[in-house]
């Protein structure tokens, strides 16, 4: 007997138009984050539009927001396979309305809005707060490093930013003079009006090298001065240090594509980074604060992420777990002065920590002892499985690696972005808009 298929006519027209809703299954995250995002308050992103009397309709701001959710929880970072994943994938035609930006006008609009995704974010964890999915109740803080948008072959240190500014200073004499000789020979022959310009644009290349060399040392003494200013000195006081106030390290570096990213140590080498925070509510596994810091170490980022925290969920965790990178005597006391049972590592895990019993250190006492308890290491060892997985789904699972944007500014706005296209992928499954 003849096999019977299935009917196949790629080229029949359809009598009735179909609806959106029936391209793809049910319980789709492009309908989830399509019915979220109509539930928010997007005020925020509407309020550039506001009586700017344009004559070219611009796109719609929902829908551009729903495109660039749905682009960032699965994996679509780029405004150029956004653009065309518009034409080509069936549910970013769904969330589009058949409509068709260029990668231009979605970059524009990611730039422009990345204060307004923010402000998404914390409507999100509100959301979810008020429906019992985030609980509050353990609150587990983490950091990892993520590229910048920027080489670190672009970077230079001080002491050979000094070598260099020597260099090229010697060259530009050197080619002003051999200028100054060729100019007055053609003069000679040619006439006044007739004058080669080879010599002149090498002289343009060496004075803007220079220019960029001399913005980065001075960004770098900036920085250190400041530094000082930290450590107590100034420039009017005597110091031991034979290094003079405000004078960097000869191997402090400065990157010249995005100087305010910094050199950082990742589990592949060195690498040009920032340093993105989050802290994960055990409940829900939802990031219920995102922040960025320039700085690698995470001590300083603590107390910050807890308050960031307490600020967008409205509430106060009962118990804060993190590693030992954020140990110090200030974040310990600090915790304690604010209510909150913390959690926080002494040493390397699996490893003793060193034996702290100093009264200059009370905090740290406290917390030795706690960590010490079955209850103590029972909570603590909780801190792993809650908040590195979510680093791991950031990168691994939607294949965030590396910014788009350089300034700290921006790159802090899309990683919130991504922080809350994680949500939502994280709340598709639970939450249902009646």
């Known amino acids: 007997m003849a096999t019977t298929f299935r009917r196949y006519t790629p080229e029949q027209s359809i009598l009735l138009p179909p609806s959106p809703r029936d391209w793809l299954p049910e319980g789709h995250l492009a309908y989830f984050i399509s019915d979220t995002v109509d539930n928010l308050d997007l005020s925020s992103l509407y309020e550039p539009y506001e009586g700017d009397g344009r004559r070219n309709m611009p796109f719609e701001p ?11 929880a699965t994996g679509t970072f780029s405004s150029r396979k956004l653009a065309k994943k518009l034409h080509e994938d ?3 035609r769904f969330l ?9 006008t979605i970059a524009d609009f990611r730039k422009q809005h990345l204060t307004a995704f923010q402000e998404l974010f914390v409507q999100v964890v509100r959301i979810a707060r008020e429906l019992g999915l985030v609980k509050l109740g353990t609150v587990a803080i983490d950091g990892t490093k993520v590229k910048a948008s920027a080489s670190k072959h672009k970077a230079m240190s001080y002491g050979r930013m000094q070598q260099e500014e020597q260099r090229l200073r010697a060259e530009i004499e050197e080619l002003t003079t051999r200028a100054s000789q060729v100019d007055a020979e053609e003069d000679a022959v040619h006439g006044a009006e007739n004058s080669g310009d080879e010599i002149p ?22 920085r ?21 106030f405000g004078e960097p390290p000869e191997k402090k570096q400065d990157n010249f594509t995005d100087p305010e990213s910094r050199i950082m140590k990742t589990s592949s080498g060195y690498e040009q980074c920032y340093n993105g925070q989050i802290a994960v509510d055990a409940e829900s596994r939802l990031i219920v604060a995102a922040e960025m810091t320039q700085s690698a170490a995470d001590a300083e980022q603590l107390l910050p992420m807890v308050e960031k925290t307490c600020e967008v969920t409205q509430g106060v965790p009962s118990e804060v777990l993190a590693d030992a990178g954020y140990r110090s005597e200030d974040n310990l006391q600090g915790l304690e002065g604010k209510k ?6 002494l040493g390397r895990e699996r490893k003793s920590p060193t034996v702290v019993n100093n009264p200059e250190n009370p905090a740290t006492s406290r917390m030795q002892e706690k960590l010490a308890t079955e209850k103590g290491r029972k909570t603590y060892s909780r801190r792993k499985g809650l908040v590195e997985p979510v680093n791991g789904w950031i990168k691994s699972v939607l294949g965030f690696r590396q910014f788009s944007f350089r300034g700290l500014a921006k ?5 919130t972005l991504v922080c809350l296209a994680l949500n939502l992928k994280q709340l598709n499954p639970r939450m249902e808009w009646k």
């Open 62 to 72: 929902r829908m551009m927001a729903k495109v660039l959710l749905y682009g960032y």
């Open 90 to 92: 069936v549910a970013f």
């Open 96 to 104: 589009s309305g058949e409509n068709f930006p260029a990668h231009r």
């Open 201 to 222: 644009s090498e002289l343009q290349r060496r004075e803007q090298r220079l220019k960029k060399i001399g913005e980065a040392m001075e960004r770098l003494k900036s």
């Open 224 to 244: 250190q001065a400041e530094e000082d200013r930290e450590a107590g000195r100034s420039p009017e006081a005597k110091s031991r240090s034979k290094r003079p």
């Open 340 to 345: 909150i049972d913390g959690y926080i590592s």
């Open 411 to 415: 790159v802090a706005g899309e990683w």
